[in-house]
C-alpha cells in the first residue's frame, strides 16, 4: 500500500467518524471472566465504567475521562470476547501495538508501540515494573491467566514522567480483578496441535480484606517439526498467583506474589541456521504497596524480581554448544506521594531500581565463579547497575480544560551521565458537549539490555559502550463520544537519537555479523483512528443482533535509510499500516458470536532460508491478514453460577504469514472449552 493510499483510508473514515474513543465492552462477552452476569445494559455500564476508573497515565491518579493523555483501556469484558490465549493475543486488536509470533499460544511474542522495539515499551503488574534488563524477549510473561485480568491500559508515546526510565515509546500496564465476594472458578479447554489449557481460581471477600489465589497449565506439541521429525515448537508453562489487599480507614494494603515456569522448543527464533533451539524460563515475582488517606497521600511500594533463563541451541546436547544460562535480580523502591489543594494535585517521589545479573556469557568477567543450580556449569560474567528517578509534576482542572506537566531526572550507574532531565507537558479541553481535544509533549530514555552489551555469541556482535535511548514526542488528538458512538483520532511526531538496533551489512560477506549499534536519529510520523459503533444505541434496538462493530487502523513513516544491502533486526523493520475490524453479533438468549480480522503491512526485509546449510535472496515481508472467530454459549444454572461453553477458531482463512523471517506462523487453530463460576 502506497503512502498515498494509506492516507486516503485515514481521511475516508476520518469524514464519517471524526475522533475519538476507548474499548469498550459488550453483552454476550463475559465468558471467559466468570466473575459476574451481564444484562442488556452492560455495554453503557462498562462505557461509565471506563470514564471513571483511575488510569496511570499521570503520577496522580486520574480518571480516564479526565486525563490530558490518551490512554487506551481494554476491559475485562472486552478481553473475554477475543480469541486470546495470553496478553500478547489480546494486543494484536490495539492500533499502534505491533505484535510479532515466534511461537503460538503465548510461547513467545515481541511487543513494540509506534515503530519501535520490544525492548522500548515499558511493562507493568499493578502499576510495579516488570521490565527484564536482561532481554525484551520474555517481557510480557505474565504469573497469572488472562481470566484474572481486570483490565489492560495502554499509554503510547514516551513517558518518562508518569514511568520513568524504559518507557521510550510507551507502556502497558496489567491490572488485576479483586474478588467483590467469595467465588470458586475454573476452565479446561483443548485444541489442534495437542493443545491444553486448564486452570482454577479462588477468591475470598470481606468488608476489609481480600485474598485470592490462581493456577494454571497451558500445553501444546506446537505446529513444526525440525528436519530430523522432532517436535521444535512445542510448549508447557506453569502460572500461579496470589493477591491480598487490606482496606483500613487510614491506609489501603496490596500485596502481590507469583511464578511462571516456561519451557519452549525455540525452533529457528534465534537464528535460522540451527532447527532445534530449546529455552526454560522460570519468573518469580513479590510486591508490596500502599496509599495512606489524609490530605498528603503516600503511594510506597517495594518489588523484587527475579528471572532464570536457560537457552539451548542445540536442544538437549549441551557438548556441541553449551548451554547459555543467565539469572537477574531486579529490586526497586518507589515512593510516589501527591498532595491537593485550590490550585491542583502536585505529586513528587523519587524510585531506586537496582538490576543485577549474573550469567555464563554477559557482563563483565566475576571475581569468583557461582554454580549454576542443577547444572556442572558455573556463571562466570556478571553486572550490576542501579537506577535512580526523581519526579515532580502538577495538574490542574479549570471547567473543561485540564492539563499537567512535570519533569523526571534520572541516573544511572551504568553509564557516566549525571541526573538528565526528562519534562512532559499534557493539555485537554472538552467543548462543543461531546468533543474532547488533546495536546501533548513528552520525553524518556532507555538503558541498553544486557543482551544488547554483551551478546557476542551465535553470529552477534555486541558494544559494551552503547548509549542510552532517548526520544521525544509530540502528540495531538481528538476525542468525539457518543452514546452510541465513540472515536479517537490520533497524530504523533517522534525524534529518537542513539536508537538501538542489531544490524548485518551484506558488504562483510555471507558470514557478516549482526552487530548493536546506536544510531544518531530516527524520526517518525504517525496517525491512529480507533472508532467503535453500538448499534443497539444507534438503532434503539437492544434486540438487535449486531451489536457492535469496531475499527481502527495505524500509519507510521520512518526516515531511516541507511542504504541498500543493510538488513535489521528493528529499526529498518516496524509496522507501517495496521488495520483491525471486530464485530460482536447476539444470536439468540445467552448464544454470541465475535469474530475479528487484522491485516498488517510491515517494512522490511529478511534472508530466506531453503534449508539449514544454505541462503537464499533477501526478499522483504509479504502483507498478511488473519481471520479469528468465536462462538458462546453462557447460563447461569443458579443465581449466582454460572457456566459457558465455546469454540473458537484460529487464522480460518489458513494463511501462510511471517512476523519474523523464516518463522511461518500456524495455519487454522481451532480451540474448545467449558468454564464455570460459582458464587459463595
Given at each position: 500500500?502506497?503512502?498515498?493510499?494509506?492516507r486516503?483510508?485515514?481521511?475516508?473514515?476520518?469524514?464519517?467518524?471524526?475522533?475519538?474513543?476507548?474499548?469498550?465492552?459488550q453483552?454476550?462477552?463475559?465468558?471467559?471472566s466468570?466473575?459476574?452476569?451481564?444484562?442488556e445494559?452492560?455495554?453503557?455500564?462498562?462505557t461509565?465504567?471506563?470514564?471513571?476508573?483511575?488510569?496511570?497515565?499521570?503520577?496522580?491518579p486520574?480518571?480516564?475521562?479526565?486525563?490530558?493523555?490518551?490512554?487506551?483501556?481494554?476491559?475485562?469484558?472486552?478481553?473475554s470476547?477475543?480469541?486470546?490465549?495470553s496478553?500478547?493475543d489480546?494486543?494484536?486488536?490495539s492500533?499502534?501495538?505491533?505484535?510479532r509470533?515466534?511461537?503460538?499460544?503465548?510461547?513467545?511474542?515481541?511487543?513494540?508501540?509506534?515503530?519501535?522495539s520490544?525492548?522500548?515499551?515499558?511493562?507493568?503488574?499493578?502499576?510495579?515494573?516488570?521490565?527484564?534488563?536482561?532481554?525484551?524477549?520474555?517481557?510480557?510473561?505474565f504469573?497469572?491467566?488472562?481470566r484474572?485480568?481486570?483490565?489492560?491500559?495502554?499509554l503510547?508515546?514516551p513517558?518518562?514522567?508518569?514511568?520513568g526510565?524504559?518507557?521510550?515509546?510507551?507502556?502497558?500496564?496489567?491490572?488485576?480483578?479483586k474478588?467483590?465476594?467469595?467465588?470458586?472458578?475454573?476452565?479446561?479447554e483443548?485444541?489442534?496441535?495437542?493443545?491444553?489449557?486448564?486452570g482454577?481460581?479462588?477468591?475470598?471477600?470481606?468488608?476489609?480484606?481480600?485474598?485470592s489465589?490462581?493456577?494454571?497449565?497451558?500445553?501444546?506439541?506446537?505446529?513444526?517439526r525440525?528436519?530430523?521429525?522432532?517436535?521444535?515448537?512445542?510448549?508447557?508453562?506453569?502460572?500461579?498467583?496470589?493477591?491480598?489487599?487490606y482496606?483500613?480507614p487510614?491506609?489501603?494494603?496490596?500485596?502481590?506474589?507469583?511464578?511462571?515456569s516456561?519451557?519452549?522448543?525455540?525452533?529457528?527464533?534465534?537464528s535460522?541456521?540451527?532447527?532445534?533451539?530449546?529455552?526454560?524460563?522460570?519468573?518469580?515475582?513479590?510486591?508490596?504497596?500502599?496509599?495512606?488517606?489524609?490530605?498528603?497521600?503516600?503511594?510506597?511500594?517495594?518489588?523484587?524480581?527475579?528471572?532464570?533463563?536457560?537457552?539451548?541451541?542445540?536442544?538437549d546436547?549441551?557438548?556441541?554448544?553449551?548451554?547459555?544460562?543467565?539469572?537477574?535480580?531486579?529490586?526497586?523502591?518507589?515512593?510516589?506521594?501527591?498532595?491537593e489543594?485550590?490550585?491542583?494535585?502536585?505529586a513528587?517521589?523519587a524510585?531506586?531500581r537496582?538490576?543485577?545479573?549474573i550469567?555464563?556469557?554477559?557482563?563483565?568477567?566475576?571475581?569468583?565463579?557461582?554454580?549454576?543450580?542443577h547444572?556442572?556449569?558455573?556463571?562466570v560474567?556478571?553486572?550490576?547497575?542501579?537506577?535512580?528517578?526523581l519526579?515532580l509534576?502538577?495538574?490542574?482542572?479549570?471547567g473543561?480544560?485540564?492539563?499537567?506537566?512535570g519533569?523526571?531526572?534520572?541516573?544511572n550507574?551504568?553509564?557516566?551521565?549525571?541526573?538528565?532531565?526528562?519534562?512532559?507537558?499534557?493539555a485537554?479541553?472538552?467543548?462543543?458537549?461531546?468533543?474532547?481535544?488533546?495536546?501533548?509533549?513528552?520525553?524518556?530514555?532507555?538503558?541498553?539490555?544486557?543482551t544488547?552489551?554483551?551478546?557476542?555469541?551465535?553470529?552477534?556482535?555486541?558494544?559494551k559502550?552503547?548509549k542510552?535511548?532517548?526520544?521525544?514526542?509530540?502528540?495531538?488528538g481528538?476525542?468525539w463520544?457518543?452514546?452510541?458512538?465513540?472515536?479517537?483520532?490520533?497524530?504523533y511526531?517522534?525524534?529518537?537519537?542513539?536508537?538501538?538496533?542489531?544490524i548485518?551489512?551484506?558488504?562483510?560477506?555471507?558470514?557478516?555479523?549482526?552487530k548493536?549499534?546506536?544510531?544518531t536519529?530516527?524520526?517518525t510520523?504517525?496517525?491512529?483512528?480507533?472508532?467503535?459503533l453500538?448499534?443497539?444505541?444507534?438503532?434503539v434496538?437492544?434486540d438487535?443482533?449486531?451489536?457492535?462493530?469496531?475499527?481502527?487502523?495505524?500509519?507510521?513513516?520512518?526516515?531511516l535509510?541507511?542504504?541498500?544491502?543493510?538488513?535489521?533486526?528493528?529499526?529498518?523493520?516496524y509496522?507501517?499500516?495496521?488495520?483491525?475490524?471486530?464485530?460482536?453479533?447476539?444470536?439468540?438468549?445467552?448464544?454470541?458470536?465475535?469474530?475479528?480480522?487484522?491485516?498488517?503491512?510491515?517494512?522490511?526485509?529478511?534472508?530466506?532460508?531453503?534449508?539449514?546449510s544454505?541462503?537464499?535472496?533477501?526478499?522483504?515481508f509479504?502483507?498478511?491478514?488473519?481471520?479469528?472467530a468465536?462462538?458462546?454459549?453462557?447460563?447461569?444454572?443458579?443465581?449466582?453460577?454460572?457456566?459457558?461453553?465455546?469454540?473458537?477458531?484460529?487464522?480460518l482463512?489458513?494463511?501462510?504469514?511471517?512476523?519474523?523471517?523464516?518463522?511461518?506462523?500456524?495455519g487454522?487453530?481451532?480451540?474448545?472449552?467449558?468454564?464455570?463460576?460459582?458464587?459463595?
Amino acid at each position: 500500500m502506497s503512502k498515498f493510499q494509506s492516507r486516503a483510508i485515514l481521511a475516508a473514515v476520518s469524514a464519517f467518524c471524526v475522533p475519538a474513543a476507548f474499548a469498550t465492552g459488550q453483552i454476550c462477552a463475559g465468558e471467559k471472566s466468570m466473575q459476574s452476569s451481564f444484562s442488556e445494559t452492560d455495554s453503557v455500564r462498562t462505557t461509565l465504567m471506563l470514564d471513571s476508573v483511575s488510569v496511570t497515565g499521570a503520577r496522580v491518579p486520574m480518571t480516564l475521562a479526565k486525563s490530558a493523555r490518551v490512554v487506551t483501556v481494554l476491559d475485562s469484558v472486552s478481553i473475554s470476547s477475543l480469541t486470546a490465549v495470553s496478553v500478547n493475543d489480546i494486543l494484536k486488536y490495539s492500533a499502534g501495538v505491533d505484535v510479532r509470533q515466534r511461537g503460538s499460544m503465548g510461547a513467545q511474542t515481541d511487543i513494540s508501540v509506534r515503530g519501535g522495539s520490544y525492548d522500548q515499551v515499558a511493562i507493568f503488574l499493578n502499576g510495579i515494573n516488570i521490565c527484564d534488563p536482561q532481554t525484551g524477549h520474555n517481557a510480557v510473561d505474565f504469573p497469572l491467566d488472562i481470566r484474572g485480568i481486570d483490565r489492560i491500559e495502554i499509554l503510547s508515546g514516551p513517558a518518562g514522567v508518569a514511568y520513568g526510565s524504559s518507557s521510550l515509546l510507551g507502556a502497558v500496564n496489567i491490572v488485576t480483578k479483586k474478588p467483590e465476594g467469595n467465588t470458586v472458578s475454573a476452565f479446561a479447554e483443548g485444541g489442534s496441535y495437542g493443545y491444553f489449557n486448564g486452570g482454577a481460581s479462588a477468591g475470598f471477600a470481606n468488608d476489609r480484606l481480600t485474598n485470592s489465589v490462581s493456577v494454571s497449565y497451558l500445553r501444546t506439541d506446537g505446529y513444526s517439526r525440525n528436519l530430523k521429525g522432532g517436535l521444535n515448537s512445542d510448549y508447557n508453562t506453569v502460572k500461579a498467583f496470589y493477591e491480598g489487599s487490606y482496606s483500613h480507614p487510614d491506609i489501603d494494603l496490596n500485596w502481590y506474589a507469583g511464578l511462571s515456569s516456561r519451557n519452549f522448543g525455540s525452533n529457528t527464533f534465534y537464528s535460522p541456521k540451527f532447527d532445534d533451539q530449546f529455552e526454560h524460563t522460570f519468573k518469580t515475582f513479590f510486591a508490596l504497596q500502599a496509599e495512606t488517606k489524609g490530605f498528603v497521600k503516600f503511594r510506597p511500594s517495594v518489588y523484587w524480581n527475579r528471572s532464570q533463563d536457560r537457552f539451548e541451541l542445540f536442544r538437549d546436547d549441551p557438548v556441541t554448544v553449551p548451554f547459555n544460562h543467565h539469572r537477574t535480580s531486579v529490586w526497586g523502591v518507589n515512593l510516589n506521594a501527591w498532595v491537593e489543594t485550590v490550585i491542583g494535585k502536585t505529586a513528587f517521589g523519587a524510585e531506586m531500581r537496582n538490576e543485577d545479573i549474573i550469567s555464563t556469557n554477559l557482563g563483565e568477567w566475576l571475581n569468583s565463579p557461582k554454580p549454576v543450580p542443577h547444572s556442572d556449569t558455573s556463571y562466570v560474567k556478571g553486572l550490576n547497575r542501579t537506577n535512580i528517578s526523581l519526579f515532580l509534576e502538577h495538574s490542574i482542572e479549570f471547567g473543561n480544560f485540564s492539563a499537567s506537566a512535570g519533569v523526571a531526572a534520572i541516573k544511572n550507574t551504568g553509564n557516566e551521565d549525571g541526573f538528565r532531565f526528562y519534562p512532559g507537558v499534557n493539555a485537554s479541553l472538552r467543548f462543543a458537549g461531546d468533543w474532547k481535544a488533546y495536546l501533548s509533549y513528552n520525553s524518556s530514555l532507555r538503558m541498553p539490555t544486557f543482551t544488547e552489551l554483551y551478546y557476542s555469541v551465535g553470529g552477534r556482535l555486541a558494544d559494551k559502550n552503547l548509549k542510552a535511548e532517548r526520544m521525544q514526542s509530540v502528540e495531538a488528538g481528538l476525542r468525539w463520544s457518543k452514546s452510541w458512538l465513540n472515536a479517537v483520532l490520533s497524530v504523533y511526531y517522534n525524534h529518537g537519537s542513539n536508537m538501538i538496533d542489531w544490524i548485518k551489512d551484506e558488504a562483510d560477506g555471507p558470514d557478516a555479523l549482526w552487530k548493536s549499534v546506536n544510531y544518531t536519529k530516527v524520526n517518525t510520523v504517525g496517525e491512529e483512528l480507533d472508532v467503535r459503533l453500538d448499534f443497539r444505541k444507534l438503532l434503539v434496538r437492544e434486540d438487535f443482533f449486531l451489536r457492535h462493530l469496531d475499527f481502527s487502523y495505524s500509519h507510521i513513516d520512518q526516515n531511516l535509510d541507511t542504504g541498500s544491502g543493510i538488513q535489521s533486526m528493528f529499526a529498518l523493520e516496524y509496522l507501517r499500516n495496521k488495520i483491525v475490524a471486530r464485530a460482536g453479533f447476539h444470536i439468540w438468549k445467552g448464544l454470541c458470536i465475535d469474530a475479528s480480522w487484522r491485516w498488517n503491512d510491515r517494512v522490511g526485509t529478511y534472508e530466506r532460508y531453503e534449508n539449514l546449510s544454505s541462503t537464499g535472496e533477501v526478499i522483504p515481508f509479504s502483507p498478511y491478514s488473519v481471520l479469528d472467530a468465536r462462538i458462546c454459549w453462557t447460563d447461569n444454572f443458579r443465581r449466582y453460577h454460572k457456566y459457558s461453553v465455546y469454540l473458537e477458531g484460529e487464522n480460518l482463512l489458513n494463511k501462510v504469514y511471517y512476523d519474523y523471517g523464516n518463522i511461518p506462523q500456524p495455519g487454522i487453530i481451532i480451540k474448545a472449552g467449558l468454564s464455570v463460576s460459582l458464587g459463595m
